[in-house]
């Protein structure tokens, strides 16, 4: 009865992950003239986004800054021009090249991956340095590789999966800018390994190089069965720019370094949308930590009381055992 007891306490003996009060950690931790610098660094830098971010941060948690000043700066300098100039060379240069630092560049890039072309550009230029004997990138390899069949996915399942491809494709980008942790690296690779076998593809077209024979050995070395894992990755960092931006999550991403860090992550942007760069900006990695809470049940209680009472059963019956 004791040994029953104690099973049933330790199977409910489990906890609740509840978000930290942000609003609290940001009036606790940071000051109004440390939100202000925000603001004005990132006018000083003509990063508007970012300003407005700031802007809706201080009126959101109710700092006392000077919004009609800094609103009315942001509409001298923002204009319709500027932004127009910008975003076409940015979005030229993300879906020619893959290279992206802001939102334009962020959207070029992602739409050369999903015409296959991104993805195909990438591993053709990680395969002619390996070729060259020069340092390859396996992750950008794997996420390449994944991504053409996660495209052919996509296609067949009249854009189903759309979600999961581009969050490979934001994955890509971060590791192009260098935005991801070494810890959440080994994470991605242990997957992306399994989902395309790099061996295997360079050994199908070291003698053949033509664009038909490349087709043919991605398609033998992508592994859809052993994708799954890198799929529940990608779709988290998808929800986390569905809630705030392409550009803002690959921001965030320097932050993660666990699955659990990601499941946070996506948990808070849901909760503070656009807010939630500049939130972590402020108070760092602690913005995505969570309080455990013992969850306490009927069940729980029950069990407890049985098992003080089944102990003290125990106790008695031993007792008058050795008297015998």
């Not at 939102?103 to 050369?112: D, K, R």
């Not at 390996?130 to 994944?146: C, D, P, Q, R, W």
């Amino acid at each position: 009865m004791f040994g029953l007891s104690v099973s049933s306490v330790l199977k409910h003996w489990d906890h609740d992950e509840s978000l930290q009060d942000l609003p609290a950690l940001l009036r606790a931790h940071i000051s109004q003239s440390a939100l202000t610098q925000e603001i004005e660094s990132s006018l000083r830098e003509e990063n508007f986004s970012d300003a407005k971010m700031y802007l809706d941060i201080a009126k959101f948690h109710q700092y006392q800054v000077e919004f009609s000043k800094y609103l009315e700066e942001i509409a001298l300098k923002d204009t319709s021009l500027n932004r127009i100039s910008h975003q076409i060379t940015d979005f030229s240069r993300g879906f020619l090249r893959g290279e992206a630092s802001n939102t334009a560049g962020f959207v070029g890039s992602l739409s050369a991956d999903f015409t296959v072309i991104g993805d195909a550009r990438d591993l053709h230029q990680q395969y002619n340095l390996y070729e060259k004997g020069e340092k390859t990138n396996e992750l950008i390899i794997v996420l390449s590789g994944a991504g053409i069949g996660l495209t052919a996915v996509t296609l067949g399942s009249l854009g189903i999966a759309a979600p999961i491809k581009m969050g490979t494709s934001l994955l890509k980008v971060a590791t192009k800018t260098q935005r991801l942790t070494l810890r959440f690296q080994k994470i991605l690779l242990k997957s992306g390994r399994k989902a395309f076998d790099w061996p295997a593809f360079r050994a199908m077209v070291k003698q053949d190089k033509s664009i038909a024979n490349v087709r043919h050995a991605v398609k033998q070395a992508y592994h859809p069965n052993a994708v799954e894992p890198l799929k529940l990755i990608a779709k988290r960092i998808s929800n986390i720019r569905q809630s705030s931006s392409a550009a803002d999550t690959i921001q965030m991403l320097k932050y993660i370094e666990t699955t659990d860090d990601l499941r946070h992550l996506e948990k808070v942007t849901v909760k503070y949308g656009s807010k939630t760069k500049g939130m972590m900006k402020l108070l760092g990695k602690g913005a995505i930590r969570t309080v455990r809470v013992l969850r306490k049940t009927t069940v729980l209680m029950i069990s407890v009381i049985t098992g003080v009472i089944s102990s003290l059963l125990s106790l008695f019956f031993m007792m008058g055992f050795r008297r015998t």
